[in-house]
Each structure stands twice: as structure tokens, then as C-alpha cells.
């Protein structure tokens, strides 16, 4: 009878389907506790995926919860069509007492594209539920798109239009103007906003214009504008937003935008002048980029609140010095931060790698505080230990009730298992390891209490230790 009972468990944990080969599995986030002496995790995230590296399901567990932030778990799954478009899609929070739900349903006309969107909301703390609805209408004649919302209260029978956006469209199908209208719970319109754009032929903004309506003329004004220019090959966008005032007719400039990215699109420059009263003037940022693509220098600087002074002043400045290996992986970062009137500040990052080159941890000291990030993926690594690395096994706590922690740098190899022989040799449970991981959760409790060998292995190095179930 035990026989078949350990046979059982072997099928079943050796036939397991591997996917999402290299894909993120957990980040976990830790801080270090000197008083405990280790590492506490405030916060995990975990992703899962289908046979087409779609991601079903990702999940977050954070350790806080207050009344600011009541929900500390998160789990969002997902169904896909066969073409890969959204099917059904839930999304729960929950805390200790409380908890909401959205479930949304996406169905698609004869050329698989998205006709509607229905929202089903829960509530446990106010006990509500309520529907939501969001229809897509396309009129290729009229050049129009239409996306209508709809809401319900306790049932989804009766539908209540809430708005309606029509986006129209030029000949290069460029949005050029957009209609927002609201709607009362007896379907009468309550009010409309226009928003109107001018483009060039790739579709790039030239100017918009936000309107309202004007009560007086039973007609619409424009209320808001932007006049957008463009310079050193399209990498300058300079944005001038301006307001109508309504009782002299006049448009009064509100604040101006300039932005600079370099040939790779990062920002290099941000410029912001407001030209309203009681507020900071001047704000201004200049960065720079290390030959790999990583922030070398931050400035950030502004004028005087609420003076008449209108110098620049510095009053952030960071810096980085970043250290790589040999093939080019970043080892440690230290940041430098300087704020105005306050010493300096350093924040050091060092990195490690699985034996594959994947990122393993991120370990952040900004004394007297003390964290880091560890990342598990998917699969095996190609690979394994290095010449002069010896194989180690971790078991803890041990005795057990059969639930083990596994900690052993053979968990993150090419072809690693776990297998568990009783006392007389026989196999009583493998598995073969799907996540590369530095720690690894055994649960074995169905077995019978007594003694068992306990092996990790892969192609080339073999551990063992002997573990007790009570």
C-alpha cells in the first residue's frame, strides 16, 4: 500500500509542464532587521504564464496595512483568445476584513475587433455591486470612432448612458478632434466638451484647443490652447500653453514647456516657466547618460518662490558612479544626492547574477537603512557552478512537520532536482526544479513521519542531508 502511495505522489510531481522559459517568476522586497538579525520581506510580486508566455496571472502581497492602505494583496488573472486578444480579466484587493473585486468580459465582432467591455464592481466594505459597460462603434465613411459608457447599479439589465466620446479621424487616420458628452440617469445631455487638434502628416501635434460651451450663445468657445514647435530635428518640443480670459477676450499665457531628448529618446533637458502669479517661476533640469545608457548626472534648478528674482539657482544635484564586470554587467551603483542647504547623501547599490547572467539581487544601503530585491525566474539556467564554486545545502527548519526551505546554489543549474529516498533507498518523491531561485519551499506532509535522505542534484554535482518529518 505504501508502494503505491509514494508512486502516486511520483507521477504526479514529475509531470509538471515547464513554460516561460527565463521569464520572471517573484521579486520579493526585504529590508534587513539588526534586532531580528536577517532579512524581513515587506513585499513579493509573482507572475505566471501560459504555453504562449502570455501572462495569466500576477499577484502582490505587501506586508503593511493601515487605514490608508487597506488592501494588501492584489491578484489579477487573465484569459486570452486564441489569437491572443483580452478575454475575461479579474482584479481582487483584499485585506484582513475587506476586499473588491472587478471582473471584466471583452467580446469582439467577425473581424476580432473589441465591440464591448463589461465591468462588474464589487464591494464587501459598503456591500455594493455595480456594472459598468463600454460599447465601440467605427464609421469608416465618416472617418468616426464612438466609445459609449454605460453604468448599473445591483443588475446589468438596465443600462444608464453616462458618456459618449467620438474621436474623428483626418485621412492619415489622425485624431483631430474629440466630443465628450454627459449624460443625466433620464438620458438627457447635460453638457459636451470638445477637444480640437491640428497635426502635421505625421500625426504630430501642432496645436489643440479645449472648448466649452457658452450658455449665453448656445454655442461652443475655445477656452484653453496649445501651440506646439519643434527644433534640432524634432528633438526640442516646445508646448506654450495659453487661457482666454473671459471678461477681456484676451489670451493670457499660462506656462511654457520645453523638452529635449537625445538621439536614444531620454530626457536631457526639461524647461518650465509659469508665468502666473505665487508660484515658483522657473524650474529647470539638465541630465547626462553614461556610454551604456545609464543616468550619469542630474541638475535640477529653479528660481526664487513667490520673488521677483529670476536667476536660477541650483538646487538638486546627482550623481552616479557605476562599476561593471569584465562582459559588461553592472556590479554597484552609487548615487550621490546633493539638496539645497542639506549635506550630502550616498546611496549604494550592488548587484549580483545568476550563473546564466540573469540579475539574482539588488541590495540597497542607505545607512542606517538596509534592503534589497530578490528576482526568481522560470526554468533552469544553462549552466553550471564555477570551477572554484562548491556545492552547498541548506535545510531549515529540520525537523519539520515535512514544510522544508531549501537553500543551495545547485537549485539555480541546468537539470536540478530534488529527490527524497527513505532510510532504505527507495524513491518516495522527485521533482525537478522549475524556477531559478536561490531558495526553494518543500512541502511534504502527507508523507509519514520518520528519517529521509534528502538530494539535490544536476548533471554534474550531487548534495545530500538527512532531513526528519515528526
Not at 521579486?27 to 534587513?32: A, D, M, P, R, V
Not at 502570455?54 to 502581497?61: A, G, K, N
Not at 465628450?180 to 502628416?201: K, P, S
Request: glycine share 4%.
Amino acid at each position: 500500500m505504501k508502494n503505491s502511495f509514494y508512486t502516486f505522489i511520483l507521477l504526479i510531481l514529475t509531470t509538471t509542464i515547464l513554460s516561460a522559459q527565463g521569464k520572471i517568476a517573484q521579486k520579493s522586497y526585504q529590508h534587513f532587521e539588526p534586532d531580528d538579525g536577517g532579512w524581513i520581506t515587506d513585499s513579493r510580486e509573482n507572475w505566471e504564464y501560459d504555453q504562449a508566455d502570455r501572462e495569466t496571472l500576477y499577484t502582490t502581497w505587501n506586508s503593511y496595512q493601515g487605514a490608508y492602505a487597506p488592501y494588501n494583496n492584489m491578484r489579477l488573472e487573465t484569459v486570452y483568445r486564441l489569437n491572443g486578444q483580452l478575454s475575461f480579466q479579474k482584479n481582487r484587493s483584499w485585506g484582513d476584513t475587506i476586499w473588491q473585486e472587478t471582473q471584466t468580459t471583452y467580446q469582439y465582432d467577425s473581424n476580432d475587433k473589441l465591440e464591448e467591455a463589461i465591468y462588474k464592481n464589487e464591494d464587501s466594505e459598503n456591500e455594493m455591486i455595480s456594472y459598468q459597460r463600454s460599447s465601440y462603434q467605427e464609421d469608416l465613411a465618416a472617418n468616426q470612432q464612438t466609445r459609449k459608457n454605460y453604468y448599473a447599479m445591483g443588475t446589468p439589465e438596465n443600462w444608464l448612458l453616462e458618456h459618449q466620446y467620438d474621436s474623428f479621424l483626418n485621412e492619415n487616420n489622425c485624431v483631430v478632434k474629440q466630443v465628450l458628452r454627459n449624460y443625466d440617469a433620464l438620458g438627457n445631455q447635460t453638457n459636451e466638451r470638445w477637444t480640437t487638434t491640428e497635426v502635421n502628416e505625421n500625426c504630430q501635434m501642432q496645436s489643440s484647443g479645449y472648448w466649452l460651451p457658452d450658455a449665453a450663445t448656445d454655442s461652443m468657445y475655445l477656452f484653453t490652447q496649445h501651440h506646439f514647435s519643434y527644433s534640432n530635428g524634432g528633438q526640442t518640443q516646445t508646448d506654450i500653453y495659453q487661457r482666454k480670459n473671459q471678461q477681456t477676450n484676451e489670451w493670457q499665457t499660462q506656462h511654457l514647456v520645453e523638452k529635449t531628448v537625445d538621439e536614444a529618446g531620454r530626457e536631457v533637458r526639461y524647461f518650465y516657466e509659469n508665468y502666473k502669479t505665487n508660484y515658483t517661476d522657473t524650474v529647470l533640469n539638465i541630465s547626462t547618460y553614461t556610454l551604456q545608457g545609464e543616468l550619469e548626472t542630474l541638475k535640477a534648478f529653479k528660481t526664487a518662490y513667490q520673488t521677483n528674482d529670476k536667476s536660477l539657482y541650483l538646487v538638486r544635484l546627482d550623481s552616479f558612479v557605476y562599476e561593471y564586470d569584465e562582459e559588461g554587467k553592472l556590479l554597484q551603483k552609487d548615487h550621490f544626492r546633493q539638496s539645497y542647504s542639506n549635506p550630502i547623501r550616498q546611496t549604494t547599490t550592488r548587484y549580483t547574477y545568476y550563473c546564466n547572467g540573469q540579475l539574482k539581487t539588488e541590495k540597497v544601503e542607505n545607512l542606517p537603512h538596509v534592503s534589497r530585491i530578490y528576482y526568481e525566474y522560470y526554468g533552469n539556467a544553462d549552466c553550471f557552478l564555477l570551477e572554484n564554486e562548491k556545492p552547498n545545502l541548506v535545510v531549515f527548519p529540520n525537523p519539520s512537520n515535512g514544510n522544508f526551505k531549501l537553500q543551495s546554489n545547485l537549485l539555480t543549474t541546468l537539470g536540478a532536482t530534488i529527490e527524497l529516498h527513505s532510510v532504505v533507498g527507495q524513491l518516495v518523491y522527485m521533482e525537478k526544479v522549475n524556477r531559478i531561485a536561490p531558495t526553494f519551499n518543500l512541502e511534504l506532509s502527507e508523507l509519514p513521519k520518520g528519517q529521509y535522505i534528502l538530494t539535490i542534484r544536476n548533471a554534474k554535482e550531487t548534495m545530500s542531508e538527512k532531513v526528519v518529518i515528526r
